[in-house]
């Protein structure tokens, strides 16, 4: 395990495990509706969001738009001048342009459906130390004795361990989410079971 400020070049594979960092986007309630939701992003009956806060909503759109607006175009303009060159069955330029394309729609798709299902989720600071999303946490291995480690804990969509965010579908995520400062958990690693201490909870 390493501190906040590793880098993704110090991260083990084990250490991305245990933060998981991972996407989603199943069909659900829309972004506006979200904002209408508990704190906590969860819904009547529903359990498929993407969730996400303000901040990385606004992410999720600004890159949809660039893709529509700009790389799309950019691929279009490929294309067509790949197919400029004749024999489309052994121009390489086409076939990689056509691939480029597929790869900028897909994205364009998962995009949507990421913006269409997102929750909402606010980062106020948890007032029980119990752990929500949105609280920065400090926890400590207590199995490998290592020093103690503070993250913050926010939906799949915006995990990146390399600046200190676990997603709540995290093993880590899932062994502390609802617990409170002070108490000791287990969390299922690649190496195995490891005991963590919830050592301050904001």
Do not use: C, H, W
Not at 37 to 54: F, H
Not at 64 to 85: C, G, P, T
Not at 176 to 198: N, R
Request: proline share 2%; hydrophobic share 30%.
């Amino acid at each position: 395990m390493n501190d906040e400020n590793s880098t993704k070049d110090e991260l083990t594979e084990e250490d991305l495990t245990l933060a998981g960092k991972s996407t989603a986007g199943d069909d659900s309630a829309s972004a506006d509706e979200g904002e209408d939701e508990g704190e906590d992003g969860s819904a009547g009956g529903d359990d498929q969001q993407t969730l996400v806060t303000r901040e990385g909503l606004k992410k999720l759109k600004d890159e949809l738009e660039e893709l529509e607006n700009v790389r799309r175009r950019e691929v279009a303009a490929r294309l067509k001048e790949a197919i400029s060159f004749g024999d489309l069955s052994e121009n390489s330029e086409y076939e990689d342009a056509k691939n480029e394309q597929a790869l900028v729609e897909n994205r364009i798709a998962e995009l949507k459906r990421m913006i269409k299902t997102a929750k909402i989720i606010t980062e106020k600071k948890s007032s029980g130390k119990i752990v929500k999303i949105g609280s920065t946490v400090t926890i400590q291995n207590l199995t490998d004795k290592d020093e103690p480690e503070t993250y913050t804990i926010v939906g799949s969509t915006e995990a990146d361990p390399t600046s200190a965010k676990i997603s709540n579908e995290s093993p880590i995520g899932i062994a502390i989410m609802d617990k409170e400062q002070g108490e000791e958990v287990m969390v299922t690693a690649p190496a195995g079971e490891l005991k963590y201490k919830i050592v301050k909870v904001s």
